[in-house]
């Protein structure tokens, strides 16, 4: 089983430019989330999916939009990248919202210039 | 919504020596407490959990132990050796009820360094 599987790896925007992380579990995760990293400031939700068909904002929503695809995919789009948005980027999923495991990606590392 | 305050932001120790990090929330519907792990340029892993039903848990060489009155929670690590060394985490949720139900609020993350 891979898990959680991000792509792309590492990525680098010029400002105003647009792209798309992807992310699947092969977990049969009901939840998925979406979460940024930066120094000193742990790791703070962007938008998570409780379950297919539903999304909802996290904390740090402003200047994102996500997709819950299918059970497996769950997508990060940034319309118009900023330098702000430079971060690592998380996805996780986890069985259930609450009190369950979370298991994340390997990370995208997002550099906005 | 719910706070998350983790100290110290780094911790350095001798190996062999013990190591704790603390966290405080500030939501006392708040009932579940994971601890992560975050090596190097890894992702985040879940290495201990408590509930609020609960007072401590052990799992070889750490444990977390949780004051609900105080509304704060600890990370022990004992024996401490090289690989120890990484981010940990603290995070708070509530299971249950609420419109932050579910949402795991992380803690700023503490860098420890074991030194051989």
Known sequence: ?113 | GENVEQHPSTLSVQEGDSAVIKCTYSDSASNYFPWYKQELGKRPQLIIDIRSNVGEKKDQRIAVTLNKTAKHFSLHITETQPEDSAVYFCAASKLAGGTSYGKLTFGQGTILTVHP
């Open chain 1, 1 to 113: 089983n891979a898990g959680v599987t991000q792509t792309p790896k590492f990525q680098v925007l010029k400002t105003g430019q647009s792209m798309t992380l992807q992310c699947a579990q092969d977990m049969n995760h009901n939840s998925m989330y979406w979460y940024r990293q930066d120094p000193g400031m742990g790791l703070r939700l962007i938008y998570y999916s409780a379950s297919e068909g539903t999304t909802d904002k996290g904390e740090v929503p402003n200047g994102y939009n996500v997709s819950r695809l299918n059970k497996r995919e769950f997508s990060l789009r940034l319309e118009s990248a900023a330098p702000s948005q430079t971060s690592v980027y998380f996805c996780a999923s986890s069985v259930a919202l609450g009190g369950t495991e979370a298991f994340f990606g390997q990370g995208t590392r997002l550099t906005v210039v």
